[in-house]
């Protein structure tokens, strides 16, 4: 067997392997340069997270005041105090790449009263509409909300703005009993609705720490015009405090003021509560 290896077979042995390695440099060089390409996601803010869900309740003193489209004219009831309820709330927030995300809330508000009423309204040349003694009120509110946020910012503190669309179905309904130019007898009506109305938001978050956060927010939701318009407005500021590492809970203090109007066939139904209390949430995040 030879020692050494004929100078022309290392040749081409050479020969071969710088080939290979020309053959090869540009799909390396390629490949270099895709991987260049691909941005490098920093992590987010302390105080945003990749995806939370939130569920919980707020619970409410609400102070109402109505008044219904009847075929004699509006029946009213004033200020009305029908006492604290608790709406459950459900809420997620998820994150695409570093500064924008998609938000979503949504509550149902259902309350019940029966009380005392008495009211006057002026029919013009009709004569009056008297209601009296006792009567029942429901009132029911589905509210959701989807936007598009975008955070400025990328230490402990952020802003967010948010855009997006809100929908909301309101029923309303009254029995009580009532006298029109003397005749008594008992009032019954009820109206019901529901639309999409644009929405606008702003917040802010600060973390102390990854596990220990506070925020706040604002948002309003506004439709002037079509047979069943009003306004929604929502403020509530809080902390979330994460005992272990995905799950923590969350502490509130929210108002929500509720202008809704539905156009009927004779007159207009106005819907208008305030709420304002206490929140608690158990929240996931991920």
Do not use: C
Request: aromatic share 10%.
């Amino acid at each position: 067997m030879p020692l050494f290896t004929p100078l022309h077979r290392r040749t081409r042995s050479r020969d071969r392997f710088l080939l290979s390695s020309l053959i090869h440099q540009p799909a390396l060089l390629g490949a270099g340069m895709l991987l260049a390409a691909v941005p490098a996601f920093a992590d987010p803010s302390p105080a945003l997270d990749r995806f939370s869900l939130s569920v919980g309740g707020f619970s409410a003193d609400p102070k109402l005041d109505a008044s219904f489209g009847t075929a004699y004219g509006a029946l009213q009831t004033g200020d009305v105090k029908p006492g604290r309820v608790t709406m459950p709330r459900i809420s997620a927030d998820l994150l695409l790449g570093d500064s924008q995300g998609i938000s979503f809330d949504y509550y149902r508000y259902k309350r019940d009263y029966s009380g005392g009423i008495d009211s006057t309204t002026s029919l013009g040349p009709f004569g009056t509409l008297n209601t009296f003694g006792n009567a029942n009120i429901s009132t029911k509110l589905d509210f959701a909300k989807l936007s598009y946020k975008w955070w400025i910012g990328s230490g402990n503190t952020v802003f967010g703005l948010g855009a997006g669309a809100a929908y909301y179905r309101a029923t309303l309904g009254t029995t009580a009993l009532a006298s029109v130019n003397g005749q008594i007898g008992t009032l019954s009506e009820s109206s019901s609705g529901s639309t999409v109305a644009p929405l606008l938001e702003i917040g802010v978050r600060h973390a102390i720490t990854p596990d220990l956060r506070l925020f706040a927010d604002a948002s309003g939701v506004w439709k002037s015009s079509g047979r069943f318009h009003g306004n929604i407005y929502n403020a509530s500021a809080g902390v979330e405090w994460f005992p272990v590492k995905n799950i923590g809970v969350v502490l509130a203090y929210g108002v929500t003021n509720i202008d809704l109007t539905r156009e009927n066939d004779f007159a207009e139904s106005r819907l208008k509560v305030k709420l304002q209390g206490p929140s608690a949430f158990l929240k996931a995040r991920f």
